[in-house]
């Protein structure tokens, strides 16, 4: 047993020199009596002492993953352009247009309707329009297939199309025949940029193009023009003179003689 002042006391490594530098424990790379620990004390004496650094690393981590993945607040939602389709449809219908005042104004029917909300169009097959005037005069159209505005008062007719306004006690019936027509039922015009026949009564006239306006009574023929007239009808008074002047005169009795009596002497 060695002393206080034993000399080899004083030389242990494995005891901090006097002086309270740290405390009298073995250091865990500090041979002790002359031998290192084995590799896994000194891995875990490593691992224990950056523990609490990994563990806030771990911490900071899983913070910005959840800052990344949680949804933000709701935005606005954006209304989405409506597409050209059909949002209703009608078979077999009949659709009427009244005036403020109360008369009816047009009267629509088809084998098909189909409305598109985009454009506020009604896409009509095999239609039948039927529209009265300011002047109460009746117009028809008919056609394979025709486009209209929200209120009707637009058509266009595509295939085979007819307008006819009916005759009256003074005027005849008019009528336009084409492959397009465009009638606009409330100023009462029909526009047409295909070749277009137009009859009012026995007068038929062809042109390239139409613009016509009921309002002014014009219509307006473009490109090549052919016109077809018919005779004027023959006069009623006329045609009695010409019959009295080809009967023979008339005589009075007082010119034309006497018969002789029978048996009278000569």
Same mark, same amino acid.
């Given at each position: 047993?060695?002393?206080?002042?034993?000399?080899?006391? $004083?030389?242990?490594?494995?005891?901090?020199?006097?002086?309270?530098?740290?405390?009298?424990?073995?250091?865990?790379?500090?041979?002790? @009596?002359?031998?290192?620990?084995?590799? %896994?004390?000194?891995?875990?004496?490593?691992?224990?002492?950056?523990?609490?650094?990994?563990?806030?690393?771990?911490?900071?981590?899983?913070?910005?993953?959840?800052?990344? +993945?949680?949804?933000?607040?709701?935005?606005?939602?954006?209304?989405? !352009?409506?597409?050209?389709?059909?949002?209703?449809?009608?078979?077999?219908?009949?659709?009427?247009?009244?005036?403020?005042?109360?008369?009816?104004?047009?009267?629509?029917?088809?084998?098909?309707?189909?409305?598109?909300?985009?454009?506020?169009?009604?896409?009509?097959?095999?239609?039948?329009? %039927?529209?009265?005037?300011?002047?109460?005069?009746?117009?028809?159209?008919?056609?394979?297939?025709? $486009?209209? @505005?929200?209120?009707?008062?637009?058509?266009?007719?595509?295939?085979?199309? %007819?307008?006819?306004?009916?005759?009256?006690?003074?005027?005849?019936?008019?009528?336009?025949?084409?492959?397009?027509?465009?009638?606009?039922?409330?100023?009462?015009?029909?526009?047409?940029?295909?070749?277009?026949?137009?009859? %009012?009564?026995?007068?038929?006239?062809?042109?390239?193009?139409?613009?016509?306006? +009921?309002?002014?009574?014009?219509?307006?023929?473009?490109?090549?023009?052919?016109?077809?007239?018919?005779?004027?009808?023959?006069?009623? =008074?006329?045609?009695? =003179?010409? +019959?009295?002047?080809?009967?023979?005169?008339?005589?009075?009795?007082?010119?034309?003689?006497? !018969?002789?009596?029978?048996?009278?002497?000569?």
């Amino acid at each position: 047993m060695s002393g206080a002042g034993d000399p080899a006391a $004083l030389d242990d490594p494995a005891l901090e020199p006097l002086g309270g530098l740290g405390p009298l424990l073995p250091v865990a790379d500090t041979p002790v @009596n002359g031998t290192r620990p084995p590799l %896994r004390a000194r891995l875990l004496a490593v691992v224990s002492a950056y523990l609490p650094l990994l563990l806030m690393g771990l911490l900071a981590l899983g913070t910005w993953w959840l800052v990344k +993945n949680t949804p933000g607040a709701p935005s606005a939602s954006v209304p989405l !352009a409506p597409r050209h389709e059909p949002d209703y449809t009608m078979r077999r219908f009949t659709v009427q247009r009244y005036t403020p005042a109360g008369p009816l104004r047009a009267q629509i029917d088809g084998d098909e309707l189909r409305h598109y909300p985009d454009t506020d169009t009604i896409e009509i097959d095999a239609p039948r329009v %039927r529209a009265h005037g300011l002047d109460g005069r009746v117009t028809v159209a008919s056609a394979v297939r025709a $486009l209209s @505005n929200g209120d009707a008062t637009e058509v266009q007719l595509f295939g085979d199309a %007819r307008v006819r306004r009916e005759a009256t006690a003074s005027e005849p019936a008019l009528q336009f025949q084409g492959e397009f027509l465009h009638a606009f039922l409330r100023t009462e015009q029909v526009r047409s940029h295909l070749p277009v026949l137009l009859t %009012r009564g026995a007068t038929e006239l062809r042109g390239d193009s139409l613009q016509y306006d +009921n309002v002014d009574r014009v219509a307006q023929l473009h490109g090549r023009v052919r016109a077809s007239f018919a005779a004027p009808a023959a006069d009623p =008074r006329a045609a009695t =003179r010409r +019959n009295d002047a080809a009967k023979p005169p008339l005589r009075h009795a007082a010119d034309v003689p006497a !018969a002789a009596p029978a048996g009278a002497a000569r």
